[in-house]
């Protein structure tokens, strides 16, 4: 009755092997879904905070409502720095809130939960303050339609300028410090491949055959950001206000 035995084993052996299938088809899909996911939090955030925002010193100014508030009690400084608080609490909380509502749905039905979420949102969270700082700061020098064009065509370049240095080769000196260059001026999608990077090392761990070079691409990231440049960005993102608040001291109403 050997032939039984050896059905039996075969039997049990394409068992195993179709749970591990499943098992890694359905990491692999939350793998894809998470970063996806996390990548229209990153854009919904990012067009948020634009729109959102580039009204808030140079539309009120344009609506004479500074003219109202300035002379009471209040220095210029607090008027500036109480408003990029307002909004950048809103838009952190909001940011948190859809972050972990995604991964959540996600991990309900795939049970994939990257193991360093939290730095993820974080780098999230600090691309959101450095669009606002950005905003901030320009809505202190131009009119409300100017800062929301230099917004939108910084925020597009940083993206563009992330396809373009990969899809040169890295020999190409020239091209790459361009795009370093960009990636200093609006460091926003350096923050997402930040975030794109924490969203993997879980399922890199159980996947042994997983190639990680294969995730290598213009939306995701295999290697963290340089401590540098996140120094630069939180940088970035507090001191483009304090530019800004000394601007509007001496803006005229």
């Excluded at 309900?108 to 730095?119: C, D, E, L, N, R």
């Amino acid at each position: 009755m050997g032939w039984l035995l050896i059905t039996r084993f075969t039997l049990q052996e394409a068992i195993r092997r179709r749970l591990f299938l499943t098992m890694a088809i359905t990491i692999y899909a939350g793998i894809a879904i998470t970063i996806l996911a996390m990548w229209l939090v990153y854009l919904v955030i990012s067009t948020m905070t634009i729109f959102l925002t580039i009204s808030m010193i140079s539309g009120e100014i344009e609506a004479g409502t500074f003219v109202v508030i300035v002379p009471k009690p209040l220095r210029r400084a607090e008027i500036i720095f109480g408003k990029w608080l307002g909004y950048a609490l809103i838009l952190g909380l909001y940011t948190l809130l859809l972050s972990l509502a995604f991964m959540g749905i996600i991990y309900w039905f795939t049970g994939y939960w990257p193991t360093y979420a939290f730095a993820a949102i974080g780098m999230l969270e600090i691309s959101m303050l450095v669009l606002l700082g950005l905003i901030t700061l320009c809505g202190a020098f131009v009119p409300t339609a100017a800062n929301g064009a230099i917004a939108v065509m910084l925020f597009m370049g940083a993206f563009i300028s992330s396809i373009v240095q990969f899809a040169i080769p890295a020999q190409d000196y020239m091209v790459q410090n361009i795009t370093a260059v960009i990636s200093l001026i609006m460091p926003t999608d350096a923050m997402w491949h930040g975030a794109s990077y924490y969203l993997f090392p879980a399922a890199i761990g159980v996947l042994q055959n997983f190639s990680v070079s294969s995730v290598n691409t213009p939306f995701t990231a295999t290697q963290p950001i340089s401590p540098q440049l996140l120094t630069w960005a939180i940088l970035y993102s507090l001191v483009l206000p304090l530019i800004a608040i000394l601007r509007f001291q001496r803006r005229d109403l």
